[in-house]
């Protein structure tokens, strides 16, 4: 039996700024480093090694498409 365990959540927000001080002040969700890339892509921990990737998108109406997703 195959074992996948859930990495992290990535979500196209148009401002990543607004998006990390709402999750931060909210859920209060803790910033650690992008170390995948030198993208404006911002990473929060929530907790138990799981992180949630908020990604820069200013300039594109916010639609359920490849940048959304779960990752196993």
């Known amino acids: 039996m195959i074992n996948f365990t859930f990495n992290h959540i990535a979500l196209s927000v148009k401002d990543v ?7 931060q002040k909210v859920f209060h969700f803790k910033e650690i480093e992008n170390t995948a890339s030198n993208s404006k892509t911002r990473w929060l921990t929530i907790g138990y090694g799981k992180q949630l990737h908020l990604k820069p ?16």
């Open 17 to 23: 700024d607004e998006s990390v001080a709402f999750y």
């Open 57 to 72: 998108r200013p300039n594109f109406e916010i639609k359920i498409n490849k940048a959304v997703h779960f990752a196993f």
